[in-house]
């Protein structure tokens, strides 16, 4: 599965994803790492989500020569379109939750979409891309990672703070969740600036400072319930 949110400033949004990825059935089940954001046209970032379904389609329509013209309140409606397209003539099965974030117009914004096979009906079940509101996750995502961006994304964090919000969102999920884990990698789309993603080996390092504060959030929280004697 996996677990991806996004969350919004006033100039800039974040994409935050866990790594671990899962593949196989009853008879042997393993996990693996996998790359979850990747830049769209240069400007705005893609997670995928479910399974590698997703990233495969982007990489199709990649290959294809798609290009956003610009506006992208009309460009990621034909995006995820094609995307649908692909994914049928393709004969694909499986899950795919898609999430494209961005600043466009000096507005951070984020689209989500998906992709699943019906096999009663035999067609694809597909909504459409819709633009969510100042916080969203996909994937794993019925638990406390959306009560978390929303309880505490106040308007005054400053980029970093926010993106140590972020973090600590989907770390804590990790810790939780089964079907989420290994290393968080981060997406940072602000003003007019390229994509800044810390993904790998160098972007965990530079990371590296938020996962410690992370964790001492995790236990500062621990020990204040541990401390509580009522009176």
Excluded at 12 to 20: E, G, L, N, Q, W
Excluded at 23 to 33: A, L, R, W
Excluded at 210 to 227: A, K, M, N, T, Y
């Amino acid at each position: 599965m996996t677990s991806i949110a996004a969350v919004q400033g006033l100039d800039h949004v974040i994409m935050i994803a866990d790594k671990k990825a899962t593949q196989g059935d009853n008879g042997g089940y393993y996990t693996f790492s996998m790359e979850k954001l990747a830049v769209v046209n240069g400007k705005w970032v893609i997670g995928f989500a479910g399974t590698s379904i997703g990233r495969d389609l982007c990489d199709r329509i990649e290959k294809e020569g798609f290009r956003f013209s610009g506006d992208l309140e009309r460009d990621v409606y034909k995006y995820a379109d094609r995307m649908k397209d692909v994914y049928q003539e393709c004969n694909y099965k499986g899950p795919a939750f898609l999430m494209l974030s961005g600043v466009h117009n000096d507005m951070p914004q984020t689209y989500t979409w998906s992709l699943n096979w019906d096999s009663g009906r035999r067609e694809v079940l597909y909504e459409g891309a819709k633009r969510q509101s100042a916080n969203a996750a996909i994937g794993a995502n019925q638990h406390g990672a959306l009560y978390l961006l929303n309880a505490y994304n106040d308007k005054r964090l400053t980029l970093d703070q926010r993106i140590l919000l972020g973090y600590f969102t989907v770390a804590e999920v990790a810790k939780h969740d089964p079907r989420v884990g290994g290393p968080v990698e981060i997406a940072v789309m602000q003003g007019d600036k390229a994509p800044q993603l810390y993904v790998g080996e160098d972007g965990f390092k530079k990371l590296e400072v938020f996962r410690c504060e992370s964790v001492r959030i995790s236990r500062l929280l621990s020990d204040s319930f541990l401390s509580f004697a009522r009176r």
